[in-house]
Every structure is written in C-alpha cells, then in structure tokens.
C-alpha cells in the first residue's frame, strides 16, 4: 500500500486502536496490498466514546459489555453485578475502553 493511503488509514483509525499498536498496525498497513485499502476503509469499529458512555451509565446492567460483543461477560454482570458493591462496575469502566480498541485493531487487521 503506498505511503499516502498508510497515513490516511492511520488518520481514519488512530482514535479507535490502541496506542501501543499504532506501530504495528502501520507496518501491517504497508505490507499490504493495494486493494485492501477500500476494504478497511469501509469497516465498521466500534467507537471507544460510546463505550464509556455506556459504561458510565449503563454499566451496571452490562449493556457495555453488550456492546462490545461480551455478551457472556454481559449477562453475567446484568446477573451479579450488584454483589461487587459497584466494583465491578468501576474497574469496567477502564477495561471496556481498551478491550473495544483492541477489538476494532483485530477487526481490521483480519480484513487484510
């Protein structure tokens, strides 16, 4: 993939990867070819905002696990998360940010 589309790839989706693998997904972006570009361009990700929205909010009745696609983890804490005293609902808050980022990192790297 030329230079051009990397950067613009990288522009698109820098906000909804984790940090840390910006570099990697870079160099997986160059390796590849021409054609994925239109691919990745149209994936659908899932926004990290909304997420802790929904955890803020919602997050007692698991609707950010829901959303994120942890739909076993979901029902768990709509189940029992009350017994954590609200625990469980603030280390979820953290955890759902980064788990849904590295999610759309997984989403687009299997499109290539």
């Known amino acids: 993939m030329t230079n051009d589309k990397v950067n613009a790839v990288l522009n698109q989706y820098k906000d909804l990867i984790?940090?840390?693998?910006i570099l990697y997904f870079k160099n997986t972006l160059a390796k590849s070819d021409e054609d994925a570009?239109?691919?990745?361009?149209?994936?659908?990700?899932?926004?990290?905002?909304?997420?802790?929205?929904?955890?803020?909010f919602l997050g007692g009745f698991g609707v950010d696990r829901f959303y994120i696609g942890d739909i076993?983890?979901?029902?768990?804490?709509?189940l029992f998360g009350g017994f954590t005293f609200?625990?469980?609902w603030l280390i979820d808050?953290?955890?759902?940010?980064?788990?849904v980022k590295e999610k759309n990192l997984i989403k687009i790297i299997s499109i290539l």
């Open 86 to 88: 609200g625990l469980w």
């Open 18 to 21: 984790p940090e840390d693998k």
């Open 93 to 99: 808050i953290f955890c759902c940010y980064k788990k």
């Open 72 to 78: 076993g983890v979901g029902v768990a804490k709509f």
């Open 37 to 56: 570009y239109d691919n990745i361009s149209l994936c659908k990700t899932k926004s990290p905002m909304l997420t802790i929205i929904f955890s803020i």
